[in-house]
Nanobody, 124 residues
């Protein structure tokens, strides 16, 4: 069983930055693609970014491309989301997820493990 724990959320002003981390509980992390999703109040969960098992390929949603960067460190079983130039529209609970596949994907049904989420609030 893979356990995922997010950290790094908080309150930030528009234009600011945050770095989210996701710590995975075991080494199968290194064979799986990882992703970040988010859910804003009253909205459905949406894809943010994903990274392949080896970190060689990343994809991101149109709304965050150029502002958010996903990365991973396999030796420490940790994934990151660097979020810059934050906007009030980025306010959401951010979830880390581990895929059942090695390639990056925006399809949430390909992710078999989910963290509990970390809240990000961007004030205007």
């Amino acid at each position: 069983q893979v356990q995922l724990v997010e950290s790094g959320g908080g309150l930030v002003q528009a234009g600011g930055s945050l770095r989210l981390s996701c710590a995975a509980s075991r080494r199968t992390f290194s064979n799986s693609a990882m992703g970040w999703f988010r859910q804003a109040p009253g909205k459905e969960r949406e894809f943010v970014a994903s990274i392949s098992w080896d970190g060689g390929h990343t994809i991101s949603s149109d709304s965050v491309r150029g502002r958010f960067t996903i990365s991973r460190d396999n030796p420490t079983n940790t994934m990151f989301l660097q979020m810059n130039t934050l906007e009030p529209g980025d306010t959401a609970v951010y979830y880390c997820a581990a895929s059942t596949k090695p390639w990056a994907s925006s399809r949430d049904y390909e992710y078999g493990y989910w963290g509990q989420g970390t809240r990000v609030t961007v004030s205007s």
